[in-house]
């Protein structure tokens, strides 16, 4: 676990990188709890055209690499502003990859809070509108060598389920594993409203994208008509599955969450739910106070007491708190249940 000590002593190891115009902003990603080794992403301000700025940096991180290693610390590719964005519009994995396990290290215009809050809620990845652009180039090519066919179709109509499955688990809060995983990861997930068909539809088209790399010719075009309305279907299920989180009060999750929090509370502490401050402030002293949790996760759950105790007119203005979004209370609760395990 990263420690404030050994944070601070990163970020004074970075203080030039931050200093110099041309950056962004600098962040850890990838970041987990029982590892002291982190990815470091630095991002340019390209559109600044200051070349002098990122030759600084480049020397800079050249002159510290030894003692950035004894530090755990990896220095990812610089990335430009310019792209990013970009990258992250089209899906890239790799870009999507440093919005996880963020620890902000010198975020001034909040660029990376932005775009962490926004992967979460679903709003980065997977769109309907890219989901059937995906549908409308398989129809096109079905008209194509078979070869095309096999090859790129399946693997557009694969791509589509995969993106809408992506999602949905983004919207409730779940980073999105492997592709390979991804059936799994939504029955883990969703085992009380997805149907099971589609889970197993996404297993068969994993497997079909997979034999067809090894044995093109062994499918005809009714295969390939198969998977296409299969994930049809699979996108249609993965949108109604989002609208049935979209259709919950904001109200009702932010009491259920409160109610989850102070039962696994209590267990934590090991102390009755006698009185709900006593348990927020323990939360405090035990998890916060010790580094074991980040300051957003006492935030949210001082909200949730604060709220609880509102009244009706109160509780509208309190809403509009970030800690009180969906991204946060589902934050919470699994970083309640991790340290739960």
Known sequence: MIDKKHLEEMKKLLLPVFKESGVKTVWASNYEEDSNALKINIMIDDTLHDDNSLKNVRNHLATVSNKASNLGINFMPIRKLSKFLDLLKNGDQLAMSTLSGVILLYDPSGYIRMLNSLMHKGKIYGSEERAMKLFEKAKEKLFKANSIVSNDITREAYLAMIESAQSALLYAGKHPGNPETMANDLA????????QTEVDNLKEASAMVERIKNEPKAFDSNDIDKLVNNS??????????????????DDKLVDETLRHSLKKCSELLNIPITSESDIVNSFKKRFLDTGIVSQHHHRTLQNLYEYSRAEKKERIAMMRSKFLDRSHLLSLRTALEELGN
């Open 188 to 195: 883990k997930n969703f085992s009380n409203i997805i149907n």
């Open 232 to 249: 049809k279907k699979f996108t249609k299920h993965m949108q109604d599955t989002i609208a049935r989180f979209e259709g919950e009060s």
